[in-house]
């Protein structure tokens, strides 16, 4: 009888013991299955899937003016340094005792009571239509800023002596900023960002109506051509605009009601 009370206690202690580790693995499942809950869902994507946010760019206005497209020539002209050398302020840009500067080393340092300057490239080509390059000096502003107004200097070769024929600004970027200036058919074309810009005298036209945009971001340039009449650059009559995001959109001629032949520029 003693051996069966304790049988009976044996398994009675047996049956508890199962029902207590039953119960504690159901409250660490249990426990697990909460702290699963409040994890933070992992992407499940593959990496080549998750988006990446990419820093925005801006193309860069000064792309065909630094590139070294026609920088090189055989005419003798190719030999004057132009990073040492004089020249005249352009109308409305001069210091305000002095007409004329010299740039050296390729700088003219800005100052409080003069103005900055500094070389950005030469480019060549024949502009006269005589067979001989002349050269086109772009020099740049300093404006302490992020701004980048231009000045550009035709010069050309007469009996071994530099003769400037031309000098003109431009605007800041898609403000009649320059894009280009090259020759061809021996005349020179200037590609100024904007709506309709071009060059009248020593200065760009104005903006038009509605030609308003973020200086970084121009949207259309304009393409002009100017012809050597022997002591001025006459601008000729097609000016025409293109679209920067549409290669493919046809250009748009003379937007505004200019006359059609202005003095491009007048000999010093």
């Given at each position: 009888m003693k051996n069966f009370i304790k049988l009976?206690?044996?398994?009675?202690?047996?049956?508890?013991?199962?029902?207590?580790?039953?119960?504690?693995?159901?409250?660490?499942?249990?426990?697990?299955?909460?702290?699963?809950?409040?994890q933070p869902k992992q992407n499940t994507l593959p990496d080549e899937e998750i988006p990446v946010e990419k820093e925005q760019t801006f193309p860069n206005p000064q792309a065909e003016i630094l590139s070294n497209e026609n920088t090189l020539t055989t005419s003798l002209i190719g030999q004057i340094d132009f990073k040492n050398f004089p020249y005249p302020f352009p109308r409305g840009w001069q210091d305000a005792d002095n007409k004329e500067f010299t740039l050296e080393d390729g700088k003219r340092p800005i100052s409080k009571e003069r103005i900055g300057l500094s070389h950005i490239t030469t480019k060549y080509g024949d502009a006269t239509g005589d067979g001989i390059d002349e050269a086109f000096v772009v020099l740049k502003i300093e404006t302490g800023g992020g701004s980048l107004p231009q000045i550009v200097y035709v010069f050309t070769l007469k009996e071994a002596e530099t003769e400037l024929i031309w000098h003109f600004r431009t605007g800041d970027r898609a403000d009649g900023g320059l894009k280009r200036i090259f020759a061809a058919k021996g005349e020179i074309f200037v590609e100024l960002f904007g709506q309709d810009r071009y060059i009248l005298g020593e200065v760009e036209t104005m903006r038009i109506d509605g030609d308003i945009e973020q200086p970084c971001c121009p949207t259309h340039f304009t393409r002009s051509n100017y012809k050597w009449n022997g002591s001025n650059f006459i601008l000729q009559g097609r000016r025409e605009t293109f679209s920067t995001k549409d290669e493919n959109a046809p250009p748009v001629e003379n937007m505004t009601n200019q006359p059609e032949k202005e003095k491009g520029g007048r000999k010093k």
């Open positions: 009976q206690g044996f398994c009675f202690f047996s049956i508890l013991l199962v029902i207590f580790s039953a119960c504690g693995k159901f409250e660490e499942n249990s426990l697990q299955t909460a702290k699963s809950e409040f």
